[in-house]
């Protein structure tokens, strides 16, 4: 009999750190869900001003549409995503608190099917539902947030405490760079999202391998800085397939490839 509780709790025990890793749950936060809502809509308007913003209907229309499919994934979450086009030679993705997606023109040229760029989202919006980006800010300014946070739901903006506590939003801010762990987990979240959708989650890890190997050009910097790969992507995204349900996944589509036609002929910044 002791045997057989031995064995039992073993079992439990593996079954316990298996479920663990299957049901990611947000990490220590400071921010409420909405205070990210919050701080994802003052961060947007100002990337709108600051970035170029693509104003084509046939391709911001596209790129809407295919993460409104991911967004249906139970794995998705529930903020209020957007999704817009960033006029810019250099690859880059990137998402803010609580729903907005900027990907940049080079993505959709860089990419070589829709499944890699559905992967690209799928990642991004699994930064946002696992809060990521808050996650990184409360780890490192704890103490200057704790009052600003609490003081900000009284009014003024989320922006400004974050100012007060050192947090800016340029390049490497803090609420767009993860850690390896955070990367992994978006790896694994977002397989499951493009999964729900109908897409080779393959294709997320094979564009992530692609960019590294475009990295010479320079044009990659940005994005994985913010990245960091954690080792064995590919391998880590297939044996996590592997443990899934077989079926017929999607990799590409006419549409993708017109659409990727018409952001080759648009000029570069
Ligand atoms: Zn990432």
Redesign the pocket.
Known sequence: MRKFWGLFSILLLAAGVRAQIRNLKPGFNLFSPQQDIQLGQEAKAQVEKQQQILNDSRVTGYLTQLGQKLAQSPRAGTFPFSFEVVKDKNINAFALPGGPVFVNTATFVAAQNEAQLVGVLA??M??VALR?GTHEASKGQAVQLIAGLAGSATGGGMLGTLARAGIGLGANSVLLH?SRD??SQ??YNGALVMADAGYDPVQMANFFQLLETKNSEGLVAQFLS??PTPGNRVRAVEQEVQSMPQRNYMTDSLQFQNVRAIVQGISPR
Do not use: F, K, N, R
């Open positions: 990642h991004e699994s930064h990521h993860y955070a990367e978006a790896d913010d990245h």
